[in-house]
């Protein structure tokens, strides 16, 4: 079981900026995508960004060119930088571990983003 804890969140103004973090541990596969999902009111949960062990990542369309995902594998991290934000950002922000290749899946408990215009 892997276990994840999120930081980071919190109350930004319109063009402003937050760095999220997540840390993994537990039983950690070697090969594994990590990365970030939001959901906000009402709406369905969409992919923000996503890394693999191997750097590839991977953006939503809402979010390229403003945010950036980076991952530390020694340490078991994740980050994702986020500039220029705008009130449609506002959601919880879900960290994700998925270590596909032995059918293992897990969530953070998300945390809350708030952007005022």
């Known amino acids: 079981q892997v276990q994840l804890v999120e930081s980071g969140g919190g109350l930004v103004q319109a063009g402003g900026s937050l760095r999220l973090s997540c840390a993994a541990s537990?039983?950690?596969?070697?090969?594994?995508?990590m990365g970030w999902y939001r959901q906000g009111p009402g709406e369905q949960r969409e992919l923000v960004a996503t890394?693999?062990?191997?750097?590839?990542?991977a953006y939503g369309d809402s979010v390229k060119g403003r945010f950036t995902i980076s991952r530390d594998n020694v340490k078991n991290t994740v980050h994702l930088q986020m500039n220029s934000l705008e009130p449609e950002d506002t959601a919880v922000y879900y960290c994700?571990?998925?270590?596909?290749?032995?059918?293992?899946?897990?969530w953070g408990q998300g945390t809350q983003v708030t952007v005022s215009s």
């Open positions: 890394i693999t062990s191997g750097g590839s990542i």
């Open positions: 994700n571990y998925n270590a596909y290749r032995i059918g293992a899946s897990n």
């Open positions: 537990g039983s950690i596969a070697s090969i594994n995508v």
